[in-house]
């Protein structure tokens, strides 16, 4: 009797049985050797979802850059778009966002953002790291007013432009643009036509965004990491330096070169930035 069939088919049924490992070891094999076999042994680490805030004179489209080098890492990231009607509707609007996200957060702030993820993160267990990218560091009792005007050097006022509006209960309030001739003073390494992407799908900020005092300094509590842009001519970098350094910043990395939207003309510095927050607090 041949043994020919036979001997096929105990090839095509081990060809199978390794197909049917190979498929396994795709699907659940590295969580599996990832996963602890006994006591003592180590948790596989969770990264932390990345919650961006951005500030005024800008949406939440000024991230993309850093958000494709944050993917690229393996970082679930959300923009969270900011109202940039001032503290009392920001900081609760963030706050809302932060509580619908299962696991830790990073949370992340560019410029006016800052002042909101000081007072959104207040007393939110989920967040493990604040990163402050050329932003408002203010402590309870401070107002933007106060900050921006501490130390010489923000040209941003006489570009912005003031526009009437009117709120719901008939009352009449000013947001404030970036003006056409505000390239120096806010992007100044971006080429004119991302300055004109940027300017134009800008969102204005409410002038009284200034004035209210911050309620809240989450980096009293929660650790945090700073950028400072050191070409800005929105926020000083002085500035910048100097409420990092009160927040005891673990650690602040400087761009030389760099205008007050770091996270568009060096989104890979700023990316790594985040990325050690993130490892640092895994």
Known sequence: MSTEFPR??????????????????????????????????????????????HGGYADSSCWNATIGELQHKGYTTICGSNPLRGIPTDAPYIASLLDSIAGPVVLVAHSMGGTVITNAAAGKANVKALVYVAAFVPDVGETQGELITKFPGSEVAPVSVPVPY???????????????NGQAAFAADLS??????????????????????????????????GLVAGRD??????????????ANARKVVEVPTSSHVVMLSHPRVVADLIDDAARAVG
């Open 166 to 180: 009117t709120k719901a209960d008939g009352t009449t309030e000013t947001d404030l643009y970036l003006g056409r």
């Open 192 to 225: 004119t036509a991302d300055f004109q992407i940027l300017q134009a799908t800008q969102r204005p900020f409410d002038a009284d965004s200034f004035t209210f005092p911050t309620t809240a300094a989450a980096w009293r509590t929660i650790p945090s990491w």
């Open 8 to 53: 096929r088919r105990m090839l095509t049924a081990g060809a199978a049985l390794a197909g049917s490992a190979v498929l396994a070891a795709g699907v659940g094999g590295p969580a599996a050797a990832a996963a602890p076999s006994g006591t003592g042994e180590r948790k596989p680490r969770v990264k932390p979802t990345i919650v961006l805030v």
């Open 233 to 246: 001519k929105a926020i000083p970098p002085a500035c910048e330096r100097w409420m990092y350094t009160r």
